[in-house]
């Protein structure tokens, strides 16, 4: 098992940042990809960021230029810049493993003035 504990959300302004953090535990080594999803309130949930172990990193086209993903050793990070109120979503960690794929419990991001 893969145990995801994030931290970093909040209450921000528009056009401010946030970064996000995100710890993994467990059986750590199976990792093979960690990322950020977002679900904003009467919407699916989606893809914010992914990166691999071996450095490919993909991103929605909402974010780019704005978010930035990055990864050390079993953490996961998401440096989010310029924030719009679309941003607003509970965001989730996700890690993908050879033993399956784990959320950690959201961290809520609201984006308003």
């Known amino acids: 098992q893969v145990q995801l504990v994030e931290s970093g959300g909040g209450l921000v302004q528009p056009g401010g940042s946030l970064r996000l953090s995100c710890a993994a535990s467990g059986s750590i080594y199976r990792i093979y990809a960690m990322g950020w999803y977002r679900q904003a309130p009467g919407k699916q949930r989606e893809l914010v960021a992914t990166g691999t172990n071996g450095g490919i990193i993909n991103y929605a086209d909402s974010v780019k230029g704005r978010f930035t993903i990055s990864r050390d050793n079993a953490k996961v990070y998401l440096q989010m810049n310029s924030l719009k109120p679309d941003d607003t979503a509970v965001y989730y960690c996700?890690?993908?493993?050879?033993?399956?794929?784990?959320w950690g419990q959201g961290t809520q991001v609201t984006v308003s003035s």
């Open positions: 996700n890690a993908r493993s050879t033993i399956g794929s784990f």
